[in-house]
């Protein structure tokens, strides 16, 4: 399956933060610590760099991330240039404000009330960039929520008299080329329902336990004869009593149940993806037509 969603709003948004990158002091990218990669948009990238902006990555949701992965992606960012990452929990009070003593080092001239430091916030949507920039304000000025998209422009808030800080919609990119990427986002609720089938994210996630996470399934759902990802969800499904008229399993339910487990953190601290995990991963398949095509041209 692949996820193509780029509404029009989101259009408009991009080219708000193209100018917004002018006069902005450092990037800060939410990121999803359970799939940091996935949840990179690459035209965070894109913008930054035509301004030459120093990127900071913050991988929220770093309670419901596996603790020994984590630090795994911050090795990694850390050695890209311009860069830093730091892992927290906007949920957990302080956390946040880490966000701040972090930025000011990537942009240290920024530092009084004539030369403020101006930051510029970014992620897809549902990282839990309302709920950081609300841990920020100390007030709930941002709205959270558990659906994708719900900041629709570009708000500022002063933190103090050398400090500010821009709020971006939640964005997403033209065309997600690894299917698995859009598959992450999805399990993580950062797409839109209307945009992905619930069973294929599910037989997906679902897959992805039974081969990194099993003990974790069997804790919670009890079965020992889980053969693949269809037979999780219908391990679920006979666990729950879910079952439709006739006697078969309610397959649907089970598959929601899986997905709703993952989200709220029910199953224990889960990453969907690691460094090694992501560099073993075949090419998408369009960039394996447009390499033999390549390959086939050059004979
Ligand atoms: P936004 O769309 O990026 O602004 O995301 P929100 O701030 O609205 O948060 C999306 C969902 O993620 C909400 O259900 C939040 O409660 C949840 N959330 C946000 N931060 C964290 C975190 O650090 N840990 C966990 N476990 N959940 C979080």
């Given at each position: 399956?692949?996820?193509?969603?780029?509404?029009?709003?989101?259009?408009?948004?991009v080219d708000k933060?193209?100018?917004?990158?002018?006069?902005?002091d450092?990037v800060?990218e939410i990121?999803d610590?359970r799939?940091p990669?996935?949840?990179?948009n690459?035209?965070v990238?894109t913008l930054?760099?035509?301004?030459?902006?120093?990127?900071?990555?913050?991988l929220?949701k770093?309670?419901?991330?596996?603790a020994?992965v984590?630090?795994?992606w911050?090795?990694?960012?850390?050695?890209?240039k311009?860069t830093?990452?730091?892992a927290?929990?906007a949920?957990?009070?302080?956390?946040?404000?880490?966000?701040i003593g972090?930025?000011?080092?990537?942009?240290p001239h920024?530092n009084?009330?004539?030369?403020?430091?101006?930051?510029?916030?970014?992620?897809v949507?549902?990282?839990?960039?309302?709920?950081?920039i609300?841990?920020?304000?100390k007030?709930?000025k941002a709205?959270?929520g558990?659906?994708?998209?719900?900041?629709?422009?570009?708000?500022?808030?002063?933190?103090?008299?050398?400090?500010?800080?821009?709020?971006?919609?939640?964005?997403?990119?033209p065309k997600?080329?690894h299917?698995?990427d859009?598959l992450?986002?999805?399990?993580?609720?950062?797409i839109?329902?209307?945009?992905?089938?619930?069973?294929?994210?599910?037989?997906?996630l679902?897959?992805l336990?039974?081969?990194?996470y099993?003990?974790?399934?069997a804790?919670?759902?009890g079965?020992?004869?889980?053969q693949?990802g269809?037979?999780?969800i219908?391990?679920v499904a006979?666990?729950?009593?879910?079952?439709?008229?006739g006697?078969?399993f309610d397959?649907?339910?089970a598959?929601?149940?899986?997905?709703?487990?993952?989200r709220?953190g029910t199953?224990g601290?889960?990453?969907?993806?690691t460094?090694?995990?992501r560099a073993?991963?075949?090419?998408?398949?369009g960039?394996?037509?447009?390499?033999?095509?390549?390959?086939a041209?050059?004979e």
């Amino acid at each position: 399956m692949s996820i193509n969603w780029f509404p029009g709003h989101m259009a408009i948004a991009v080219d708000k933060i193209k100018k917004a990158m002018a006069d902005h002091d450092v990037v800060v990218e939410i990121l999803d610590a359970r799939c940091p990669m996935a949840s990179s948009n690459p035209m965070v990238e894109t913008l930054r760099l035509a301004r030459q902006r120093p990127c900071l990555k913050v991988l929220n949701k770093a309670d419901a991330a596996d603790a020994a992965v984590t630090p795994q992606w911050l090795a990694q960012f850390n050695a890209q240039k311009n860069t830093h990452a730091i892992a927290l929990s906007a949920k957990k009070p302080g956390d946040a404000q880490k966000i701040i003593g972090a930025a000011k080092k990537l942009a240290p001239h920024r530092n009084d009330t004539i030369k403020p430091l101006r930051l510029l916030v970014m992620g897809v949507p549902n990282v839990g960039k309302s709920t950081l920039i609300n841990a920020l304000l100390k007030q709930r000025k941002a709205k959270v929520g558990d659906e994708p998209a719900i900041t629709k422009a570009l708000a500022r808030y002063e933190l103090s008299p050398v400090v500010s800080l821009t709020d971006t919609p939640g964005l997403m990119w033209p065309k997600i080329e690894h299917p698995d990427d859009g598959l992450m986002l999805a399990a993580s609720h950062s797409i839109g329902i209307n945009a992905y089938i619930e069973s294929e994210v599910a037989i997906f996630l679902a897959d992805l336990l039974l081969a990194r996470y099993p003990k974790l399934l069997a804790a919670r759902y009890g079965a020992k004869e889980m053969q693949d990802g269809v037979g999780v969800i219908e391990t679920v499904a006979a666990k729950r009593g879910f079952r439709i008229r006739g006697g078969g399993f309610d397959f649907e339910k089970a598959a929601i149940t899986l997905l709703n487990d993952y989200r709220s953190g029910t199953l224990g601290r889960i990453s969907l993806e690691t460094p090694a995990s992501r560099a073993a991963r075949p090419a998408p398949p369009g960039r394996n037509e447009a390499a033999s095509e390549a390959d086939a041209d050059s004979e």
